[in-house]
Each structure stands twice: as C-alpha cells, then as structure tokens.
C-alpha cells in the first residue's frame, strides 16, 4: 500500500505542523485527564478520611448518650447529625461530584472495597446505632454499646483500606502524568528539532541551492542549470531557472549582433528625428516658397541617398502640378517634367493615396508619359511624396534613385510627417500673402471712406465756391466775389489739414514708439495745430494686445481728434487710458458743443467720422461708445479686450 505525499510545498509543510500539533494536543488532552483524575482522587480521599472521623464521632456521641456526661437529648441530636453527614458522605463516594471535581477511581478493587463499606454500614453501624439511640434500657445499652464498639473497630480499617486505595490510585496517576509531561517535553525537544530538519531539506536547501544558482548566473556562467528534485514550488522554480538560463544563454550568444542592429536602428531614427526637427527649425524660417521647398528636397535627398528629386506645386488658376525647384536632374528631364497634367499617374497616386509611394519607371503602363524621361536618365526608383495639409494637396516631392530602392516603414512615416509640415508651412505661406492682401485692401477701403468723407466733400465744397466766384465775376460783384475767394481760402486750407492728418495716420508704426508714446505724440501735433489744451491719464495696467491692434486703437483715436477739430469747438481734451486684468477702457472727451446721436443715427452713421472708427474697433474685436448731448460736449470710448 503506496502512501500518498503531497507534491506542493505548503501541503507537505501544513501536513507536518498538523501532526505536530495533533500529537501535543493528544499529549495535553491526556495530561488533563490524569490531573482531573488526580484532582477528584484527592477529594475523594479527603472525604474517605472524614468518615474515619466521623465514625469516631459517633462512637463518642453514643457513649456519651449511655454514660450521662452529657446531656442525652444533645448527644442524640449530635449522633443523628453524624449519621446523616456519614450517609450523605458515603452517598457522595459512590455516586461522585463532577463540580467539584470528586470521584472515586474506577478501578475493580476500589469499586469493590466501596461495596463492602456501604454493605457493613447499612448491615451494622447504621443499626445498631440507630437502636442505641432508641434503647431505655441501660443494662442492653451496654451491651450494645460493646457490639458497637466492635463493629466500629472493624469498619475503621476497611476504611482505611479505602483510602490507601485511592492514595495508591493517585500515585499511579501522579507518575502517569509525569510520564506525560516528560513526553511532551521530549517531544517538543524532538518535534523542533525535527521541523528544523524538515524545514532545512525543504525550504533553506532549495533557497540555498538556487541562490548559488543566481549567484553563478550572476557572474555571467550561463551554463548552471539547477537539479529537479523535487515537484513542489522549488521543483517548478529549478524548472523555470533553467528555462530562463536557456533564454539568457541563447540571448547572449547573439548579443552582439543585436546592439549592433539596435545601435544602427537608433541611429537611423536619430538621423530621421534631426532631419525632423531640422525641416521643422527650417520652415518656422522667414523665406521664400521656393528656398523652403529646396531646402526640404536637400535634406531628405542627403538623408535617404537620392541622387536627384523635384518639387511641383499645384497651379492655383490652372490646377496642374508645376515644377518649382529641383535637384541635380537633367535640363531635357526638367523641360519634359515642368508641366503635367492633373491626373498624371504618379501624381494621381499621391493625391488620392495622401501617402508616400514607391515606383520603377521600367514597369510603367504603356502611354503614361509621366516620368519617362527618367528611363533614359537611368533612375530605377521613384518615391513621390504627397505635400498636403488637412484634406488639401499641394503638390508633390519626387526622390530618384538609381539603384533599385525598397522604403520601410519608418521612411515612409518620416516622409508622410515632412510633406505634411512642408504642406502646413506652404498653406501658412498662402494664408500670410491673403492676409497681408487683405489688410492691404481693407486700409485702401478706409482710405477711400477717408478721402470720401473729408478731402472729397471739400473739394466738393471748393467747387461749388468756385462756380459762385466766377458767377460774381461775371456779374461784378466784386464784394461778393471777395467773400466767396476767402471762402474758397478757407476750404483749401481745411482740405490741406485733412490731407496732412490722413497722412500722418497712415505714418504710424508701431516699432516707432511705444502706445503712450504714441498717443503723447499725437496730443501734441494736435494743440500745435488748434491751439486746444489737451491732458493724458493712465490708470491701472493699460498694456494693449498686439500690434495690428494697436494701429487700430491709434487711429480711432486721431479720427477721434480731427473730428473735435472739425466739429466740437473744444477748448480742452484729455485722453483716459483705463487697464484692468482682462480689459483696457480708451476715452477721449471734449469739453465742446455736442451733438444729439440719435440724429447721427438716423443720418446712417457718416457725421463726424463716426463709421470709420466703429469699423476699426469691430475689426480688432473691440467695442465703441459715443456719449453726447447739444452743448455738453462729446466722451467716445473704446473697451478692449486683453
């Protein structure tokens, strides 16, 4: 019959604490029982022993019944008292009382000795004192009292007996417990030592045997493999060390080709990152489109070895790909390749693919003429490269090759990431030229408005005069002839003032002087030219947003002031600068006439310049008020936003 042994090392260890413990608690169990028995033993010949006494004590009370000594009803009651304690006693050892505890030792001889002490009680002691108890007759009391006297001799050693007995049983007892306490003291000497070899041949052993393994693989000997002693946890641990020295060893024996795999992976992609952050660095540069596109098609032909490549950027008006700039190909090559159609092959391809792709000029389809030329220069390769931004495509960027070229995965990602930064920067190109177009033709608007509203109506103005001077003339009315050539004087000199004001608000640059300078310096053209007294605050931050911003808010406010030149009558202007954190408040206010907006209003807005600044303000985002009343002068106010 095979015994069964657990193969995991927690069961084989749970398996030797759970005998260990299942035989310290047989071993204590039992010690209990012994002291328990040794326990009710003692009390038992503790009681054993106060009936000697007790049959003594009755004796006496009896004696002292016959002998008049003492009282005989005192005496009596005592002897009845020591015949219930000695039945209750003698009851006590029979039956026994686990509360205390007390019992007698169930062993044949002692059961038997307790029988014959019940029999003899029963049979002599208990009646024959009872019936000396009940005798009158002192003459039979006597002779009683004699019988009773010997039956008390013979009892008492039987109960003596009874009690050497029970001694005799509890010495047993005493040595068994010894006998106990020493085995368990033995065992518990014996069990450590054996669980400290156990322990030792399963777990110190095994951690022992695999850290000198470690310590070996450690020192780079890949050659230590671990014995399979055991198939518990430390069995499968040797088992996956091997398997990991197996691993290390078949690694490093290809070590070196690896690092050089890798050492040429990562400088690969070192190279791509530079040319990525060079093509990056390089189209944040100011230049033209064509050098931005040149300088693109160099680094990516110096990076991936092409000896020629070409740059063709769609046609805005026409919608065909032109070449633009190129790169060490032919002058037949570039004239045959300078205009292609739309849905030329490789270019169709790119569009509609937005990625880069790779072709062999021999293997062309019959009739495409794209490209054809670069069979008789000897190129074996093509990658054309989409230029796109968003959904929009550009152009193309074709690399040549001579030699027959395969891209991977990572080139082809690299060149994906740089027609698209080439694609951004060219769409920005565009965005810059449209905006500057239009900033160019909104000022030509607002200048248009200007003259319209200023130089236009004086000499509007000077025309009627002069058709009146010369109807004077002609009538000769030499009086009303003088008053209409001052007339005309004075509109001259006004239309001169609007010119040389609208010529200095389109002289204001921003790099000339910062804004308060700027505003300190128009407050002072304007008193040297009306003679008005002007005043300049600021309070809190009043920095302004950028600098198309600030050409807006300085030409609100010289609007501001050629119109209190014009209209108000002023004798005092000052300008509020306001600035808190998110918003900047610009006041200009004039003590002057005034006038009723609501008429402005109605008028569509063209009195006093006033469309020309709202234009502005709506322009950089900005919001402007006019405050005014007939006789209480005009507050115009422009809150922007930081």
């Not at 000199?493 to 308060?516: C, G, M, P, T």
């Not at 310096?521 to 911003?549: C, H, N, V, Y």
Request: aromatic letters at 6%.
């Amino acid at each position: 019959m095979s015994t069964y042994i657990p193969q995991k090392l927690g069961a084989k260890i749970n398996a030797v604490l759970l005998l260990f413990f299942l035989f310290a608690l047989s071993v204590i169990l039992l010690t209990l029982y012994v002291a328990r028995q040794l326990e009710g033993g003692a009390a038992a010949i503790n009681d054993a022993g106060s009936e000697r006494m007790r049959t003594y004590g009755l004796a006496l009370r009896l004696h002292q019944v016959l002998d008049g000594t003492q009282s005989r009803e005192v005496a009596a009651a005592e002897a009845r008292n020591f015949i219930d304690e000695f039945e209750t006693t003698l009851g006590r050892l029979e039956k026994g009382d686990p509360e205390r505890p007390l019992f007698l030792p169930r062993e044949a001889r002692v059961q038997e000795q307790m029988r014959k002490l019940r029999d003899e009680w029963n049979r002599n002691i208990r009646p024959q004192a009872e019936k000396l108890l009940t005798s009158d007759d002192d003459g039979e009391g006597r002779a009683l009292i004699a019988g009773f006297d010997a039956a008390v001799q013979r009892y008492v050693p039987e109960v003596n007996e009874l009690v050497l007995m029970v001694e005799q049983s509890n010495a047993r007892h005493t040595n068994l417990m010894f006998l106990f306490q020493n085995a368990l003291v033995g065992f518990s000497l014996l069990g450590t030592l054996l669980l400290v070899y156990l322990f030792h041949s399963l777990v110190i052993r095994p951690v022992e045997v695999l850290r000198a393994g470690i310590e070996r693989m450690a020192a780079s000997d890949f050659d230590v493999r671990l014995p399979v002693a055991s198939r518990d946890e430390f069995g499968e641990l040797a088992a996956g060390f091997n398997r990991m020295a197996d691993h290390l060893q078949n690694f490093y024996a290809t070590l070196e080709e690896r690092v050089v795999e890798k050492t040429r992976s990562v400088e690969e992609k070192n190279r791509e990152l530079t040319l990525l952050y060079e093509i990056t660095a390089y189209l944040a540069e100011p230049a033209t489109l064509e050098a931005v596109c040149k300088g693109v098609l160099l680094r990516l032909c110096d990076l991936l070895d092409a000896p020629g490549g070409g740059v063709r950027l769609v046609n805005a008006v026409t919608r065909e790909p032109e070449l633009i700039v190129n790169h060490n190909l032919a002058g037949d090559f570039v004239r045959a390749e300078t205009l292609l159609p739309a849905g030329a092959y490789l270019y169709g391809d790119a569009a509609v693919q937005s990625a880069p792709v790779m072709h062999d000029p021999m293997r062309l389809p019959a009739g495409v003429a794209l490209l054809m030329s670069s069979k008789h220069d000897g190129y074996a390769a093509v990658a054309v490269i989409p230029i796109r931004s968003k959904n929009n495509v550009f152009g193309i960027l074709s690399l040549f090759f001579r030699d027959a070229r395969t891209l991977s995965t990572d080139e082809l990602r690299l060149l994906e990431a740089v027609g698209q930064h080439l694609g951004v920067a060219i769409e920005n190109q565009r965005l810059v030229v449209r905006e500057k177009e239009m900033v160019v033709s909104e000022e030509r608007n607002l200048l248009a408005q200007e003259l319209h509203d200023s130089v236009a109506q004086s000499l509007a103005f000077l025309n009627i005069q002069a058709q009146m001077l010369q109807d004077s003339l002609r009538g000769g009315q030499l009086d009303a002839a003088s008053v209409e050539l001052e007339r005309m004087r004075e509109g001259i000199q006004e239309s001169y003032d609007n010119v040389r004001e609208l010529l200095v608000h389109f002289r204001i640059k921003v790099d000339d002087a910062e804004f308060e300078d700027a505003i300190h310096s128009a407050l002072e053209r304007f008193e040297g030219q009306t003679g008005i007294a002007t005043e300049f605050r600021k309070t809190g931050d009043g920095t302004l947003p950028p600098a198309t911003s600030t050409i807006q808010v300085l030409h609100i406010v010289q609007e501001a002031l050629s119109n209190i030149r014009k209209h108000a009558e002023a004798s005092r202007v000052s300008v509020e600068l306001q600035g808190c954190e998110n918003k900047v408040r610009l006041s200009v206010r004039d003590d002057g006439r005034g006038f009723d907006p609501g008429r402005v209003a109605e008028a569509g807005g063209s009195h006093v310049g006033i469309g020309i600044m709202r234009e502005r303000a709506h322009r950089i985002g900005a919001t402007l008020s006019v405050e005014s009343r007939p006789g209480a002068g005009t507050c115009v106010t422009l809150s922007l936003s930081k």
